[in-house]
């Protein structure tokens, strides 16, 4: 099954599960090419290539599912059952073995992780603020490649109070918002 028939068969699972339950804001499932899938699909244009991409609070599988299509190995981590339930469904129907489902809490699995990390890099889509992201995964030094709204110098600024870290900040192509890539976390 090629990219194009996995993303088709993405938005028919993600249309058909959300009748059902809240996976996304409702009035996103007319454009979930734009709204969802582009919108994740442009970190492909900053992650390193051989990165272990582990997806924080996955939900609907917004970016890790995206990017596991595109080639990615990814993790996805999500605490939620029905959302697991999910993730698990689209892992099926698409056949993506490069992608695993973690049904768990974030800090869980980060407690796990083993001190040399390797070419790991976190990713997430509408997950949590800045500063708790950082707490989550403040032990394993990764990089962290997040999509986060206009707010994100607020966001950054209050980060800044508690740790200390290098970043860049890439202007989404889909919205108002930012990717930024935090890396130097100390």
Known sequence: MDNKVKFEQYADTLREWSAKMNLVAPSTLSDIENRHFADSAQLADVLPPDAQI?????????????????????????????????????????????????????????????????????????????????????????????LKGREISAEIATAQTKYKFDYELVKSRTGDGYIIIIKNFR
């Open 54 to 146: 582990i997806d924080l609070g996955s939900g609907a599988g917004f970016p890790g599912v995206v990017l596991a299509i595109l080639g990615w190995h990814v993790t996805c981590i999500e605490s939620i059952g029905k959302k697991v339930a999910f993730l698990n469904a689209v892992k099926e129907r698409l056949d993506l073995q490069n992608l695993t489902i973690y049904h768990g809490r974030v800090e869980d699995f980060v407690k796990k992780m083993p001190a040399n990390t390797g070419n790991i890099v976190f990713t997430a889509r509408a997950f949590a603020p800045l500063i708790k992201i950082l707490d989550y995964v403040a032990k394993t030094k990764c990089r962290l490649f997040l």
